[in-house]
């Protein structure tokens, strides 16, 4: 019996609904993350400005449903969130008439603190008053200013371990995921981030493939992730343990006294990963140390305690990525974050990063929306790094649903859920084609080079319009 055609429509209808989008609206993109009515018909221009300095921002119509008409009034509210004028300027709350100049909005404003900006717009038009829209700005102390907010994950697997999909297969969904950066790190496996650069190499892609593994070095259950290392540590052990025995021997020798709990060749053999991974230019990760294997945590309470004291580790994954099942099994996000704000109580350093650990990008709950942010002044690998290092990254997750949280600094936290809502959306968004794109050229499209070059420096330009260049005194 032929199928009524109506069916798929209404599928894709109910699929919205599920996703958390209405009838109305567009679906999600694939962070979890949907563009706001008023980032979808107006531009912000910019959207991050420097703090305690003037600036002047343009509200610009993109359409012709929401163009400024001459025969309407138009009024504005503006409130800082979190910081009170100091010097002078609007009263918050005090509404001021606005005029459309050449057929947009020009605000100038002193943009006080560190803080977010709304903008509430109305209009009258004849006897009705609508509001178009609540249009938010972010102000920036001079460091965090400098730098741009980088996404990315590191901790992913092919069909190289026990992953699902080709290593090329995957670099393109990260960058239809809308990541600027990424990682395989296939189990005991560095050939495989190689493939991925090498599927992509002297294409005009904007997406940054850099190397790394998961390293499992032996007699030793605590998994370390190597990001961005020029060569693999699983092959300095792969055909003989000897030289990995005889060097984490000595390191057990070296260490100082340690409590019975402690099992200190694990210990060693951490720290011998670690500085492999460090004398070949990578950053070291503890991966996920509340995992569940055995119906016991993968990492021994008192070894874990031993890494926090010591900081052997470049980074923690505070977030892991996970299926809804394994959250309300076990959840072991909640565990690890409870666990940094205790160790950060206690006045440690404690950089962080969120990771999806994905094994298939197509059938998993977390490719895409648990993630790092790195706050940068490039996507280059050592900015990248320095920026983990130095504590200005943030951990984020969207699990299974629609409301994404980051985890790290306060600083960056406040800032990173203004550029969620206000930013990301459209970066993602534009990312999406080009990643599609990756994937056709991994399934050997010999049109798609082509069609990616026509994309190429999309999203850099947007984040130039989004960020107002300062002015040299």
């Not at 009515?37 to 910019?46: A, F, G, K, S």
């Not at 393109?172 to 493939?195: K, N, P, Q, T, V």
């Not at 994954?317 to 072991?332: C, V, Y």
């Not at 980051?406 to 859920?417: E, I, S």
Request: some cysteine; hydrophobic content about 40%.
């Amino acid at each position: 019996m032929r199928q009524h055609s109506f069916l798929p429509a209404f599928l894709l209808l109910i699929t919205a609904f599920t996703a958390g989008a209405g009838p109305l609206q567009c679906p999600r993109l694939p962070s979890g993350a949907i563009i706001r009515p008023e980032n979808r018909y107006y531009d912000v221009l910019p959207r991050v400005v420097p703090a305690d300095r003037e600036s002047t921002i343009e509200i610009v119509p993109l359409h012709g449903h929401v163009q400024f008409s001459e025969s309407c009034s138009y009024e504005l509210t503006y409130t800082p969130m979190i910081t009170l004028p100091q010097q002078g300027g609007w009263a918050p709350g005090t509404k001021q008439a606005l005029v459309p100049e050449n057929g947009r909005f020009r605000i100038t404003a002193l943009f006080e603190g560190e803080q977010e900006h709304s903008f509430i717009i109305t209009a009258t038009c004849g006897d009705k008053k609508t509001t178009l829209g609540d249009f938010r700005v972010y102000s920036l102390g001079a460091d965090l200013y400098a730098l741009r907010p980088y996404k990315g994950d590191f901790h992913m697997h092919s069909n190289r371990s026990d992953g699902v999909e080709s290593p090329a297969y995957v670099a393109g969904a990260c960058r239809r995921a809308g990541l600027h950066f990424m990682a395989l790190s296939d189990h005991r496996c560095y050939d495989g981030s190689i493939e991925a650069q090498n599927a992509f190499a002297g294409l005009p892609v904007d997406l940054r493939i850099y190397p790394g593994e998961e390293v499992h070095s032996p007699d030793n259950p605590v998994h370390i992730v190597n990001f961005g290392g020029n060569a693999g540590v699983t092959e300095l052990y792969k055909e003989d343990e000897t030289q990995y025995r005889e060097q984490v021997a000595a390191l057990i020798e070296s260490l100082p006294p340690t409590t019975p709990e402690i099992n200190r060749f694990q210990y060693a053999a951490c720290k011998w990963v670690v500085d492999r991974i460090h004398e070949r230019g990578g950053l070291a990760m503890l991966a996920h140390p509340y995992w569940v294997t055995g119906n016991r945590n993968n990492v021994d309470e008192a070894l874990l305690d031993a890494f926090f004291e010591t900081g052997v580790f470049d980074c923690l994954e505070l977030i892991s990525g996970d299926s809804r099942e394994g959250i309300l099994k076990n959840d072991i996000n909640g565990l690890q974050i409870a666990r940094y704000e205790q160790e950060r109580a206690k006045g440690r350093r404690i950089p962080v990063c969120g990771i999806s650990d994905t094994h298939g990008v197509e059938r998993s709950e977390a490719f895409g929306r648990y993630y790092t942010v790195c706050f940068a002044p490039s996507v280059e690998l050592a900015d990248l790094i320095a920026a983990i290092k130095d504590l200005r990254s943030v951990a984020v997750e969207c699990a299974v649903g629609d409301i994404e949280r980051a985890y790290g600094p306060y600083r960056l936290v406040r800032y990173t859920h203004f550029l969620l809502r206000e930013v990301l959306p459209q970066h993602d968004e534009l990312c999406f084609e080009e990643g599609r794109l990756m994937i056709r050229h991994a399934a050997g499209d010999a049109s798609a080079t082509a069609k990616l070059a026509l994309l190429q420096g999309q999203t850099a330009a947007l984040y130039n319009r989004y960020w107002a260049p300062v002015a040299t005194p």
